[in-house]
């Protein structure tokens, strides 16, 4: 099982971002997924989860300003960012609980300017 994480970028304050994991390899189930992000000399921080049944939750440094949403059918999750922040900077981590483990993926870089 693999997870690959793209859509990072350079955007301006203000500006908006999607990012995209997709799930690959013998999947048999999925259950939650979600994203982190750590930023220099930081911990890493959860940004966004949602379940299996669709239950999502966020930090308050992100609430509505960050939406995740998953296609099943596609085996991917998706995290739009919106009215981005240079404290948004950093490397975005996917996850997911797949077949019952946990997964990561390689990372996506997120930069806002200001």
């Known amino acids: 099982v693999q997870l690959q994480a793209s859509g990072g970028g350079l955007v301006q304050a203000g500006g908006s971002l999607r990012l995209s994991c997709v799930a690959s390899g013998s999947i048999f189930s999925i259950g939650s997924m979600g994203w982190y992000r750590q930023a220099p000399g930081k911990q890493r921080e959860s940004v966004a989860g949602i379940t299996g049944g669709g239950s999502t939750n966020y930090p308050e440094s992100v609430k509505g300003r960050f939406a995740i949403s998953r296609d099943i059918g596609k085996n991917t999750v998706y995290l739009q960012m919106n009215s981005l922040k240079p404290e948004d900077t950093g490397v975005y981590y996917c996850?997911?609980?797949?077949?019952?483990?946990?997964?990561w993926g390689q990372g996506t870089q997120v930069t806002v300017s200001s």
């Open positions: 996850y997911g609980y797949i077949n019952r483990q946990s997964y």
